[in-house]
């Protein structure tokens, strides 16, 4: 397997992947992809398949893998597809990763890769933790091994596929990023325990897109123009927390009912508005800065520009026009964060009061008093 990724490596043999000839390129991204779910979920019995490794390097796969499932604080260790600690650590992941690779068809890849991404789903859900493969590009040459391979839908959306279709009058551009956070607490808060309410109300949004009739999680995101990684993070990882799906969409359909209750709000049409409002003018915070003998700076108008932003899109503040960090070169991304604290806790209510009467403007220009 060494010797066949340097003759690949120098042009000297047609790359194939499980029987079909593949660009090079693509080769070695299967090859990442592959040997990434081998590090993360091989077992000794893995290795005991493969009767022509060395001693060596079957002893330096095990003490990695035992080392790794101690390192609890991330690094190096846990990142799948990092270089790995030895030679002879490497030569035992090829020697894994060719069945895979190598095999004479479809198959006999299909079901090693289908075993070892079943592991890796059952490890997620028992740690409640994020899919340590995410950051692994999955190349198109593995799709016919992936697609027999990637288990059923998560029990949460199955019980969603056995439910009566819900009449729900709205689409996702009704739908905010972030629920409101009263709602998600009182109901579905409770069938997530351990998440961070930020991430639990993405997830939240994405359900009411899926009673709005996207079949997926992942069109559901597409729908909501949600970042496709957060989108991906909530729904990979925190429907594993609920254990009562039924009651789960029950509480999402009493949200749902709720907003429709509350009047329909068009989110995707205020995102739409406000995507370029990076800054709000200084001559309207001067307004009301003076009087309380504040200083309108540029980041002041940047988190003011934020502040606007979220107040009328419901979206997560980190995502605001206003912090795309080509506009803050020289500003760390926890610095940034701060001074946002600092500006939502220090604003007064003749302020808010300002800004919310200047993002009617920019949403409502037609209407009298707008700009």
């Known amino acids: 397997m060494q010797q066949r990724v340097l003759d690949i490596a120098d042009g000297r043999t047609v790359p194939r992947v499980a029987g079909r000839t593949v660009a090079a390129a693509e080769f070695f991204a299967a090859l990442r992809f592959t040997t990434a779910v081998a590090r993360l979920v091989a077992t000794d019995d893995d290795l005991a398949a493969c009767s022509f490794l060395p001693d060596e390097a079957a002893e330096a796969f095990t003490a990695e893998q035992h080392a790794r ?3 609890t604080q991330g690094g190096a260790r846990t990142q799948m597809g990092a270089v790995p600690p030895a030679a002879a650590h490497a030569a035992a992941i090829l020697a894994l990763a060719e069945p895979v690779l190598l095999g004479p068809g479809q198959r006999s890849g299909s079901d090693l890769l289908s075993e070892w991404i079943g592991r890796a789903v059952a490890r997620r859900r028992t740690s409640g933790k994020g899919d340590p493969l995410r950051a692994v590009p999955r190349p198109a040459c593995l ?10 839908a998560t029990h949460v959306a199955g019980a969603l596929a056995t439910r009566p279709v ?18 998600y607490t009182d109901l579905l808060a409770p069938h997530l325990p351990g ?3 930020a991430s639990g109300r993405r997830l939240a949004a994405m359900c009411l897109a899926r009673l709005a009739d996207a079949p ?4 559901a995101a597409g729908d909501l123009a949600m970042d496709p990684l957060k989108a991906a993070r909530a729904a990979n990882t925190l429907v594993q927390r609920i254990t009562d799906p039924d009651a789960f969409w029950d509480s999402a359909e009493r949200l749902a009912r709720r907003y429709h209750r509350r009047g329909l709000v068009d989110y995707g049409g205020r995102r739409r508005a406000l995507a370029t409002l990076t800054a709000v003018p200084h001559a309207v915070l001067y307004q009301v800065c003076r009087p309380l003998d504040h200083d309108v700076t540029l980041q002041r108008r940047r988190h003011a520009a ?5 107040h009328f899109t419901g979206g997560d503040v980190r995502e605001a026009p206003a912090y795309d960090p080509r506009l803050w070169p020289s500003a760390s991304t926890e610095s940034v964060r701060e001074g946002w ?3 939502a806790a220090w604003i007064p209510d003749t302020v808010a009061a300002h800004l919310t009467a200047y993002g009617h403007g920019l949403l409502h220009p037609d209407t009298p008093g707008g700009t």
């Open 69 to 71: 499932q101690r390192a």
């Open 143 to 152: 799709e016919p091994l992936v697609r027999g391979a990637v288990p059923p």
């Open 166 to 183: 819900p009449v729900v009058a709205f689409t996702a551009d009704h739908l905010p990023h972030l629920v409101d956070a009263d709602d």
């Open 195 to 197: 998440t961070a309410p």
């Open 216 to 219: 997926s999680w992942q069109q």
């Open 306 to 310: 934020a502040w606007v932003w979220q």
């Open 341 to 343: 604290r600092r500006f």
